[in-house]
């Protein structure tokens, strides 16, 4: 068959009747594929209770570790906030057992669900914008529309499979330290975070570096996991990570959002390649 650009006029009425059909049925049927696998992952995020505008559902996740059993415990997810947290530490030069869990009064959010349900939220109101009723009449229209689309999906899937980095301070200024009863010691350090479909518990032991000692100092910048040595300066001490204990457990519903992401921009990319052959010749003319 030969090429859009140098179609011959019947050819063109043919490609031109495809490109129509093109615009006026299927980019709707996708869009509402979109939506469907959407409304999917936005279900994920809100877990709701039994009754439709019941609390969301609590759910429990032993943490573990292929590489130690220094750290054990239970944390308990409901929607996109840590509700309760359980954790057994067994220091290691003594063996001495530190138990920690949060005040029953406090719950820790986590931002990077938050962000990726709000990322999601975002490209479902993009595609419903474009109802049934709307009469698409560029191939650029369409495209711009999957472009902010994929954005969205982009940004979802990245809050998720991208942890911030963080520096020591800005762990231990962390309102998470203060939700422990009883309190955490000042030893040590809590982070918790998402990691693709892991919720991801670090536990930092430190150790005051003494005045006089001939360790060069040189802070630690911004990590998701600092190792043991990364030193920091916190109020008028000087401290090193002595230990790091890290353990996570895997959050099916987190893994299913990421599948749907990924099936979505698969979609959003399929429908561009299909917009563009056509537009290559078409380019901005109208229907």
């Known amino acids: 068959m030969a090429t859009i650009m140098a179609a011959t006029a019947a050819e063109r009425a043919v490609l031109e009747e495809e490109f129509r059909w093109l615009l006026h049925d299927e980019v709707h049927a996708v ?15 809100t877990l709701p209770g039994s009754g439709a505008e019941g609390p969301t559902k609590q759910e429990n996740f032993i943490l573990g570790s292929c590489g130690t059993d220094q750290v054990k415990g239970v944390l308990t997810l409901q929607g996109d906030a840590l509700s309760q947290a ?28 938050q962000d990726a349900r709000n990322h999601v939220s975002q490209a479902i109101y993009l595609l419903t914008s474009r109802d049934e009723s709307y009469q698409f009449k560029t191939g650029a229209e369409v495209l711009k529309l999957m472009d902010a689309v994929m954005l969205q999906l982009t940004r979802a899937r990245n809050r998720l499979t991208t942890p911030a980095t ?31 479909n892991k919720l ?7 150790h005051a570096l003494q005045p006089n000692s001939t360790k060069n100092f040189r802070p630690a910048g911004g990590a998701v996991l600092h190792s043991p040595g990364a030193m920091f300066e916190w109020g008028s001490q000087r401290l090193e990570v002595s230990h790091v204990h890290k353990v996570e457990c895997v959050v099916p519903w987190l893994n299913d959002a990421l599948v749907y992401f990924t099936v979505s921009l698969q979609l959003c990319q399929q429908l561009k390649d299909k917009v563009s052959v056509f537009s290559s010749y078409w380019s901005y003319r109208p229907f």
């Open 86 to 113: 359980d954790v057994n530490l067994k220091m290691p030069r003594n063996n001495q057992l530190l138990h920690f869990a949060f005040r029953e009064d406090k719950q820790w959010k986590l931002q990077q669900i």
């Open 31 to 45: 869009l509402r594929q979109l939506q469907d696998i959407l409304k999917e992952a936005s279900l994920r995020f």
């Open 200 to 206: 991801c518990l670090t536990v930092y032991q430190l």
């Open 166 to 196: 963080l520096t020591l301070p800005e762990i231990a200024a962390s309102g998470l330290t203060r939700m422990f009863a009883p309190a955490l010691p000042s030893d040590l350090l809590v982070n918790v975070y998402i990691n693709l």
